[in-house]
T-cell receptor
Framework: SQTIHQWPATLVQPVGSPLSLECTVE??????LYWYRQAAGRGLQLLFY??????ISSEVPQNLSASRPQDRQFILSSKKLLLSDSGFYLC?????????????FGEGSWLTVV | GNSVTQMEGPVTLSEEAFLTINCTYT??????LFWYVQYPGEGLQLLLK?????DKGSNKGFEATYRKETTSFHLEKGSVQVSDSAVYFC??????????FGQGTRLTINP
């Protein structure tokens, strides 16, 4: 069966420090991968999605970047965090097939920038 | 482009009350529609889905019917429980690689 894991689950980082959130998917190949953010009191916002290794699409210009060095690995990064980067980050995957398939989410990572 | 509009929250109900959370969408063609639920401190989970007009998705006592004529996918439950307290997201997926979410509706059920 397929599983998705992301880590760390929680972290507190100072302003200006770097960030790396990692997500891996097991049990499937060539998935579509996504990073979402949920800011406090707001809905989900798509940050990045990837349809293959090295292929990244950015939805919102911002202080963050994403990389996909391996088929089932998706990394969210920042060189210098801002206070506004605080939020709940969700990695997700979907089978690379038709649009009726469900998207599956990781457990989420709580980021607090202080 | 595609979009999803949800009923604004927060919504507060008493246990055993009837629940409706409205969701309408804008899309060309025939998207797939989803409801996701996020319990406190957790990630999102799929609650139910419908992939074509007039389909009814159901799970855990929740139901939603895909209404093409009104472009709606309202979430309903006949008798809510305290454990249903969560944030509910309506979402749409069509062709392209991304899922479009509504803004979420926070539901609180009081005993």
């Amino acid at each position: 069966s397929q599983t998705i894991h992301q880590w760390p689950a929680t972290l507190v980082q100072p302003v200006g420090s770097p960030l790396s959130l990692e997500c891996t998917v097991e049990g499937t190949s060539n998935p579509n991968l996504y990073w979402y953010r949920q800011a406090a009191g707001r809905g989900l916002q798509l940050l990045f999605y990837s349809v293959g290794i090295g292929q990244i699409s950015s939805e919102v210009p911002q202080n963050l970047s994403a990389s996909r060095p391996q088929d089932r690995q998706f990394i969210l990064s920042s060189k210098k965090l801002l206070l506004s980067d605080s939020g709940f980050y969700l990695c997700a995957w979907r089978p690379n097939r038709d649009s009726g398939n469900t998207i599956y989410f990781g457990e989420g990572s709580w980021l607090t920038v202080v | 482009g595609n979009s999803v509009t949800q009923m604004e929250g927060p919504v507060t109900l008493s246990e055993e009350a009837f629940l409706t959370i409205n969701c309408t969408y804008t899309a060309t063609g025939y998207p797939s529609l989803f409801w996701y639920v996020q319990y406190p401190g957790e990630g999102l989970q799929l609650l139910l889905k419908a992939t074509k007009a007039d389909d009814k998705g159901s799970n855990k006592g929740f139901e939603a019917t895909y209404r093409k004529e009104t472009t709606s996918f309202h979430l309903e439950k006949g008798s809510v429980q305290v454990s249903d307290s969560a944030v509910y997201f309506c979402a749409l997926h069509q062709g392209a690689q991304k899922l479009v979410f509504g803004q979420g509706t926070r539901l609180t059920i009081n005993p």
